[in-house]
Nanobody, 115 residues
Framework: QVQLVESGGGLVQAGGSLRLSCAAS????????MGWYRQAPGKQRELVAD???????DYADSVKGRFTISRDNAENTVYLQMNSLKPEDTAIYYC?????????WGQGTRVTVSS
């Protein structure tokens, strides 16, 4: 079992920045992917960013150039630095851990961007 604890959400004005953190604990395999999905009201959950344990990253087109995902393998923690935030980034952000066919999810952290 893997447990994920997120932090860092909040309310910010458009153009501002936030940093999300997600710490994993439990039965963690060294080879894995961690990242973030988000779900806005009335919309489907979408992938925001992913980072492998080897450091390879992937981003949604809508956040490229504005968001940066990183991780600390020693601390089993993943970060999402969000800059130049837009009102359309408003959503609940969910951290995930994925190893082969298994996945774990965080409880979600709310990000609200005011115009």
């Amino acid at each position: 079992q893997v447990q994920l604890v997120e932090s860092g959400g909040g309310l910010v004005q458009a153009g501002g920045s936030l940093r999300l953190s997600c710490a994993a604990s439990g039965s963690i395999f060294s080879i894995n992917h961690m990242g973030w999905y988000r779900q806005a009201p009335g919309k489907q959950r979408e992938l925001v960013a992913d980072v492998s344990s080897g450091g390879n990253t992937d981003y949604a087109d809508s956040v490229k150039g504005r968001f940066t995902i990183s991780r600390d393998n020693a601390e089993n923690t993943v970060y999402l630095q969000m800059n130049s935030l837009k009102p359309e980034d408003t959503a609940i952000y969910y951290c995930y851990y994925r190893h082969l066919g298994t996945a774990a999810w965080g409880q979600g952290t709310r990000v609200t961007v005011s115009s």
